[in-house]
Every structure is written in C-alpha cells, then in structure tokens.
C-alpha cells in the first residue's frame, strides 16, 4: 500500500481496526441473564464495581517481551499497599543465590537412552507397525504413511498416492484424499486394505483393482521407496529417559504455549495447524487466503508484527513464514514440538485459549465463540494429535506426546523418554463468569459444574483472569496505544472501563499497565487520540475511554468473592493456579488466600505477575517461568530470579514461550554477534543437534531468531553462549525445570517438602517405623513422610530426627514396580 509500517503505527492501526467494531458493536450490547444478583451485588464496596468478562488477546508489546514483568514501568516511588513490594534485601539475594548455585552440586540423576525407533521386522508385527516402513506391495516399493491409527496413505516411488474409485479402479493420483486411505488389518492369511465405502484392495490380472471382497497381501521391507515429504528434526541420538520410572527427572519446562490456538477467534485469523493427516504441505499451506486483494501478508499479521510485506508461501519455501513475528501463523507444527522434545524439552502446558467478545467481533468464523466450546473443541484436538503421533510411532500410547493429568503420571512418562503435555486454561470468560453493569452470570453452582467439565477433559492448570475485568477479578490491563482499544473491549463487555487510578508501589515497577500518555497535551489528549483512531477507521465521534499515563496506575478490582470461590475450588481439586494477567490487588488477594491455606500449586507461566509476587510464589514453593523472549532478556530475567528462589524447595526454572498467543517469540543477535550458536552442538542428554530444515528453508538462530518452536533447543544454547561463565548454571537450572515444575505440583496433591530442607519436617524412627512399610508406592510413600530430598535410581533419600535431636540420613529402597522394599537408618 506504499506505507512504511513502524512498530508504533501498527499498533495504532490495530487498535483502530479493533475500535471499529467494538464502536459498531455498542449499539447492540447483549442482554445477560441474571444470577443470584442480590447477595453477589451486596458483597462487594461501592468503590470496587465488580465488572465483567475475562479475554485472551496477546499483543504484547515486542519492545517489553524481555521485561522482568509484563506490567508497570520502574520510575515511581512510594506504596500503594504493605505487601506491593519486593521484599528481597540484596543480601538475601546474595544467598538465595548462593543457595541456587550448592543445588546445581547434588548429585545427578543417572539419564539413559531411549529408543523410540525398535529395528523394522521383515514382516510387520501388527497393523500399526507398518507405519513410515518401505514395503513391497504387488510388486512395488511403497512407503506406508499413517493419517490415523491403523490407517495409511500407500506412497509410490514416483510421488504418487494409490487412490480408489467408486468402481473398481485403482488410480495413482498426485495428492490424497478420502480414498487414499486405507484401513489396514493383518490377518491368518495376511495384511488388508480397506476403503471408507467398505470396498477392499485386491489383485485382478495382476493390476490392483478394489473388491467387495479383501484381497491378502504379504508384506515384507524392501528397498526404493520414496521419503514422504516432511519437516525435519535434525536432532540425531537417543532422547534421554530415567533408570526408574520414579526418579528425579531432566528437561525444559514451556509453561505456556496456545498449540491449538488455529481454533481461536472462530477459527479464521490464524494460517495453518500443528497437524494434518496428509502432512506438513497440508498444515502448513500457502496462506493467501488470508491476504486482502492486491497486498502481501494477513492484514492482521501487518498490524500485529508491523511488516508491511510478507510472502504467504509456506510450505516448501517458508520464506516469510514462520518468524518471530509471524502472528498469525502457525508456530507449533507437530514436528517442530518434535524437534523441541528431541532437545531435551520434557513439560508442554497447553492452554486453551479463546476470547469470546474479540471473536464476535472479528468477520470471520467457522466456530463457535463460546469460550467453553472452544475450550472442549481444543481439548478434542490435543487428543487427536496425540493420537495421530501415536499412529505414526507404531501403535496407541507409542508416541512421544502423552497427555497427563497428575505429577506422578507425569514423572513416569518423563522418565519414559516422552513429553508430559499438561492441560491449562486461559480463556476470556472461564465459567461463563461474565458481568455487565456490576450484574455477575455465574454463581457458585455454575462455577462448580463448570470447573468439574474441565478438570473431566484433563484441565490441571488455569488463568481466572485474561484481558478483561470479569465477575471473579481485576485485570492488569494493557499498556500503549492497545491499551485504550483493549479498554473499549471492556467497556463493550462489561459496560465499565478499567477503574484504574494512580499507585505508588513501593518498589517502584509493581503495579499494573501504564498506557501511551501525550505530553504537554491537555484534558483532551483522549480524544486527539481516539479522534485519530476513529479518522483512520472511518468511524467519526468515539466513545470516551480513558488514558492511564504517567505515574503508575492499579486497578481497584481486585479478588471477588466469586473469585475467591473459584480460588478455593481449584485447590480442592488438587490444580496449578497461575495469578499472571490478574490486577496486582487481586494477585495479592490470591496469594493470601493460598498462603492462608498453605498451598503450593501456584505457577506464574509468562511475566505477567509483578515482582511483589515472585518471592511470595517461590516462599509458598511455586514455579516461575517467565516469557521467553530473546536470550538476553531471558539470561537477565534469570538472574533476578536466582535471587528470589526459597531454601526450603528444590530450584528449577522454566520459560513460557506464549507461541500462538499473538506473542512475539525471540529475535536473532546477528550472525555477527561475538558468542553466536555453532552448529551443531550437544543437547541435553547428549543429543547432536543440526540447524533445522523445514522443506527448502534452513533455519540458524542466530540470523532467523525463534522463528518456530523446533528452535527451542536452539535458543537454550543461546541461552548458554549469552551467560558466558555463567552459561552452564542457567542451562541447568533449566534442566532442573521438569523437576521442580513435578515437585511444585506434587506439593499441590498434599505432599510436604523434603525434610532435609525443611528441619520441622524431620521425624523420629518411632514415626517412620509407624507410617511407612514394605509395599508401599512411591506416592503413598511420599503422602506419609513427605518428598524425598533426592530421588537417586532405586533409593530414595529423607532427613530424619536421630537420638538426641542429631539429624540422620534415610534410605528407602523401591522395586521395579516402584513399591517400597525397606528403609535403613544409619
């Protein structure tokens, strides 16, 4: 179109376009249906109107993604409350510190190969084993690719696909469909193929033809076929598992990732899919359809990232696409998540993500805008996609991608090899708890039913709070020339704007977003800039929505006791509550209540707390991961962080990535940085990691950035070269993230800490000898005397209180099974 796109003038263009509709949608605010209004409404100060409706819409700002906290700036003074503040002195820093560093000492856990790639057998074992092999087929060579279990795409060595007919014929076709698929069987007399409509593959004049009857065919490998066409890993060697399945474990922790977030929004913003049957050309396509007429690059990808051009070709080419800061375009491919877990990455939490208000307003959809529908239609996904990596590993539960949903399942799947996959939630109103005009349309009961449909479609992690204020708490609002658009989105949902006003917070950065503030503008600064908005969207006067400059600001909603409620609720069900996007009133509310009730299972996933909160997260002994972001930012988050752990817990860290989230994912140093990544080297657990190939594009981090989430490993060997002499600490801490993430969550099924790090803890002989026996599991172990201080192969290690209060070393001894065989005091 002929413009130069800036940073600052996309985001004036997408809060414009947003203000469009969100002016156009205030002539038709929606009726609510009202509960349970009175005793709600009474419950809460007249200064605090509850308003509505959480959102999910993660514009964060590029210039801030490596900013200790997504909200407030670090140039006030003062206090806004008693507890808005860090209250880690630099010499407890020093120490915490230091206590980090006689961790990294212990005793490491023994890791072992684990194949997932058992030698091929001449003739398949099963139905399932077929899948990727090279066989001989009437004659000829094919390549066996599984669309689902049991079922196969037959791959000729010209590139082409055995498809049936509605007849008998059998034609070689270029691309798959429907009738490409066979369904295959091995019987007494050998392996069938079968069509959807019912009809069978068979031989006839030595052509194959299809029958109403199965033709039987004997399998055996052969040589010459054609390589499917697919997205590489480049990560050569045996992923690292555990010598027990219930040891101490190694590998990355993401703690917030959207991968199915091609669902989100209806379902039409976002360019390709973390999978397709038929593969990478298919999930990851040409996404011209996204483009408007005449230009390069999704209008909303233009507005987001500020490119101006970009080709829409994906695959084989992906020459504008994936980056990062591709937005709108699928960042999460299966193979890519492969490569990461290759790498040495062991947790993926999952959220599922929707923002029901932004998807009504957006033209285009294919789903619905519920956030619970969109939340169940995700989850159906995520089991999908296990199920199709199963298929093509070689059978159900074969695969790489387990979901789980507890610590101890998870823990034996690491130790497997495999990656956990935990179930989250961050959706724009969790429960229906929306509200208009101080009116909640949930209630207690709702919150229940509704809670419970989660957690019964394997939900172990949750947000309450996202964009928009809602009937359970404030939000942290959002900061810049999107702050003012967001706001608006509140004001449609709600029928509120953010009751923000200024805040002194102590330490001077805790305290929620400071929007754009127009110097030397006077009280109509608003409307020069929403005059400008709404001339560039064609709209004419807008609605007056205010501005929260300088100095900081806080919102005055903090907890409900609606939210409060939900708090409580989610404890009782054992699950990770993450308090980022929440105002900081209502994070301090949060974690008094969990602090009342001694409760451990909290999680900040992507530096959307503030730094009041982060020592009282790792005091209760909680997980922090902050958002990813590039290396440098990154290496300086985790310095702070060391600084804020608690010696009374294991110390592990992890990242949140927020791919797919409309998040900016890390920028490059330049192929001329001093330090820069050199290829290849060795991951974790040994592996040899190559610059990774995605059809005809080959990526180097240190030109491309995180440009898909298969750099990840990438990214922590930056991570490495970054941190200089410091370099190994923080790629061990990170190691250390599966551990701690597990102990965390374990905690929050009522396990106590260690005793060795936790002296009250330390129990007599007498005690032990009265609450543990042979036979018990490692989890009624651990619910008796609480978790080990090291989990070494077969023994685990505890603290006990000897005769005259001298403190001994426990071993308790576990069979194969993972059942206590005995304990031996010194």
Same mark, same amino acid.
């Given at each position: ?34 509960? @349970? ?11 605090? /109107? ?39 002195? +630099? ?32 003739? /398949? ?116 598992? !555990? ?49 408007? /007429? ?11 990232? !500020? ?162 204020? @809602? +009937? ?51 009280? *109509? ?48 069900? @054992? ?88 998040? @900016? ?10 330090? /820069? ?48 002499? *410091? ?7 990170? +190691? ?17 800490? *260690? ?37 070494? !192969? ?33």
């Amino acid at each position: 179109m002929g413009m130069t796109f800036t940073r600052a003038h996309a985001r004036l263009v997408l809060a414009s376009v947003l203000a469009t509709g969100l002016v156009a949608a205030v002539l038709t605010v929606p009726e609510y249906k009202l509960t @349970n209004t009175v005793s709600l409404a009474e419950s809460y100060e007249a200064s605090r /109107p509850v308003q509505a409706a959480d959102g999910h819409w993660h514009t964060h700002d590029p210039e801030r993604k490596n900013d200790i906290s997504q909200s407030g700036e670090m140039d006030a003074q003062g206090a806004v409350a008693a507890n808005s503040l860090d209250p880690t002195s +630099a010499a407890e820093a020093r120490e915490n510190t230091a206590y980090v560093a006689t961790q990294r000492d212990l005793v490491e856990p023994e890791l072992v190969p684990a194949s997932f790639t058992t030698p091929r057998a001449a003739v /398949p074992e099963d139905r399932y084993a077929v899948a990727g092999g090279c066989y001989e087929l009437n004659g000829q060579p094919i390549t066996f690719r599984a669309t689902d279990l049991g079922v196969h795409l037959l791959y000729t060595n010209k590139g082409t696909f055995i498809t049936g007919h509605l007849g008998s014929w059998v034609h070689l076709t270029n691309h798959p469909s429907a009738l490409s698929e066979w369904t295959t069987e091995k019987t007494a007399d050998g392996f069938t193929f079968q069509l959807h409509n019912g009809r069978y593959l068979t031989v006839k004049g030595g052509a194959l033809v299809t029958s109403k009857t199965p033709g039987h065919f004997d399998l055996h490998t052969t040589t010459g076929c054609k390589e499917y066409p697919e997205v590489e890993v480049n990560v050569t060697g045996d992923p690292h598992a !555990g010598l027990t399945p219930y040891q101490e474990v190694r590998g990355y922790v993401d703690a917030h990732v959207h991968g199915m977030a091609f669902e989100f929004l209806g379902g039409e913003i976002h360019c390709g899919r973390p999978w397709h049957k038929y593969g990478a050309a298919y999930a990851l396509p040409d996404c011209s359809n996204l483009l408007q /007429p005449g230009t390069k690059g999704a209008p909303l990808d233009v507005v987001l990232s !500020g490119q101006a051009v970009r080709d829409p070709v994906g695959w084989p080419t992906f020459k504008g696409w994936p980056a990062p800061d591709a937005l709108t375009h699928e960042g999460t491919y299966y193979k890519w998540m492969e490569r990461s877990w290759r790498g040495g990455q062991r947790v993926f939490v999952n959220l599922l993500v929707e923002n029901g208000k932004l998807c009504e307003i957006y033209p285009l959809k294919r789903n619905s805008c519920d956030d619970m529908e969109s939340a169940k239609l995700q989850a159906q996904d995520m089991r999908a996609l296990e199920r199709y990596i199963d298929a093509q590993y070689g059978g159900p539960g074969k695969g790489w991608y387990r979901i789980v949903t507890d610590p101890f399942e998870a823990r034996q799947v690491i130790n497997e090899g495999k990656l956990a996959v935990v179930m989250g939630v961050e959706v724009s109103i969790p429960f229906g708890c929306t509200m208009f005009l101080g009116t909640p349309a949930c209630d207690t009961a709702s919150i229940e039913a509704q809670l419970d449909e989660l957690y019964d479609l394997g939900v172990r992690q949750m947000e309450i709070v996202n964009k928009f204020d @809602n +009937a359970l708490a404030g939000v942290a609002g959002d900061e810049g020339v999107i702050g003012p658009a967001v706001n608006l989105a509140n004001f449609l949902e709600t029928g509120s704007f953010w009751k923000m006003e200024t805040c002194d917070p102590a330490d001077g950065e805790s305290a929620d977003k400071t929007q754009l503030a127009l110097p030397n503008v006077g009280g *109509d600064a608003q409307d020069a800039l929403f005059g400008a908005i709404m001339e560039v969207a064609g709209i004419g006067v807008p609605l007056p929505a205010p501005l929260y400059g300088r100095p900081m600001h806080c919102n005055q909603l903090g907890l409900t006791d609606l939210g409060a409620f939900t708090i409580d609720a989610l404890m009782e069900r @054992n699950m990770l509550i993450d308090p980022d996007h929440m105002s900081v009133k209502a994070r301090q509310a949060t974690l008094d209540q969990l602090e009342a009730a001694g409760y451990s299972g909290v999680i900040s996933s992507h530096s959307w707390s503030t730094p009041d909160a982060y020592p009282r997260i790792y005091a209760l002994g909680g997980f922090v991961a902050p958002m990813a972001g590039d290396s440098t930012g990154f290496y300086e988050k985790w310095q702070r962080h060391i600084g804020w752990a608690d010696e009374r817990f294991y110390f592990g860290f992890g990242w949140g990535a927020d791919i797919n989230g409309l998040a @900016n994912q890390g920028d490059p140093r330049g192929a001329d940085a001093a330090n /820069p990544v050199s290829y290849p080297f060795t991951g974790l657990g040994g592996v040899r990691v190559e610059q990774q190939v995605s059809g005809e594009r080959v990526y180097d981090l240190n030109v491309d950035g995180v440009a898909h989430y298969g750099l990840y490993p990438d990214w922590v060997e930056d991570l490495r070269m970054v941190g200089g002499e *410091d370099g190994d600490a923080i790629v061990a801490d990170l +190691a250390r993230g599966a551990e701690a993430f597990l102990q965390t969550w374990e905690r929050a099924h009522g396990i106590a800490p *260690d005793s060795c790090r936790n002296p009250e803890l330390r129990a007599t002989r007498a005690a032990w000898d009265e609450r543990v026996h042979p036979g018990m599991t490692t989890v009624e172990l651990m619910a008796a005397v609480g978790q080990p201080f090291a989990r070494l !192969g077969s023994t685990y290690s505890y603290c006990g209180r000897g005769s005259g209060a001298s403190d001994v070393e426990v071993t308790v001894r576990i069979d194969a099974d993972g059942r206590v065989t005995g304990v031996t005091w010194p």
